[in-house]
């Protein structure tokens, strides 16, 4: 089976930069990816990684690794409109396992 | 080359009802994961299909629902006699090979239902 831990909720500051942590627990391992999800809208993917280390891509970057099961994704310069849920997902060996997200509120 | 479709976006049933949610995936994916989303909750993996066939129906309830993804058509998920806690988002996401290295899964804008 798969566990996927993120803390519930997060507050982080305009401008800021915010690290969203992820453990997982997995009997296969394909890969981790992190989705965005605006309230009442449909999750958009933001990254995906397979091997240790960072993978930038503008504001945001995420981490990972395998050896300890953990992921991060960092976002930075924040934005107001960066407040929505970020969730961690796993890809296993034959379907995606998402955690139950991070719900981060970006304030002025 | 259109997205994920789902409808309908929105769905109200009253208790007892069956409720038929459809998902065409993305042109050229054949696998199709529906997930059911609470509110305030993450996402939960309920079921996993290729063109006629479940490959993973473990998040699935055993009892009242019912998943399939014929030859022709969209995938059906199909809630029968339907109660209060049904309520939900149930989002459908499709990709094109299984389990394949940086396979991002599309979803769909998703059906709320609502049971009155």
């Known amino acids: 089976g798969q566990n996927i831990d993120q803390p519930t909720e997060m507050t982080a500051t305009e401008g800021a930069i915010v690290q969203i942590n992820c453990t997982y627990q997995?009997?296969?391992?394909?890969?981790l990816f992190w989705y965005q999800q605006h309230a009442g809208e449909a999750p958009t993917f933001l990254s995906y990684?397979?091997?240790?280390g960072l993978e930038e891509k503008g504001r945001f970057s995420s981490f990972l690794s395998r050896s300890k099961g953990y992921s991060y994704l960092l976002l930075k310069e924040l934005q107001m409109k960066d407040s929505a849920s970020y969730l961690c997902?796993?890809?296993?060996?034959?379907?995606?396992?998402f955690g139950t997200g991070t719900k981060l509120q970006v304030i002025p | 080359n259109a997205g994920v479709m789902q409808n309908p976006r929105h769905l109200v049933r009253r208790r007892g009802q069956e409720a038929r949610l459809r998902c065409s995936p993305m042109?050229?994916?054949?696998?199709v994961y529906w997930y059911r989303q609470l509110p305030e909750e993450g996402l939960k993996f309920m079921v996993y299909?290729?063109?006629?066939?479940?490959?993973?129906e473990s998040g699935m309830p055993k009892e009242r629902f019912s998943a399939e993804f014929p030859k022709e058509g969209p995938s059906i998920l199909r809630i029968q006699q339907v109660v209060r806690g049904d309520s939900a988002a149930y989002f459908c996401?499709?990709?094109?090979?299984?389990?394949?290295?940086?396979?991002?899964?599309?979803f769909g804008q998703g059906t709320r239902l609502t049971v009155v």
């Open positions: 996401a499709s990709s094109p090979v299984q389990g394949a290295a940086n396979t991002e899964a599309f």
């Open positions: 997995t009997s296969g391992f394909n890969g």
């Open positions: 990684n397979v091997l240790d």
């Open positions: 997902a796993v890809l296993g060996y034959q379907k995606v396992t």
């Open positions: 042109k050229g994916h054949s696998h």
């Open positions: 299909l290729q063109k006629e066939n479940i490959i993973d």
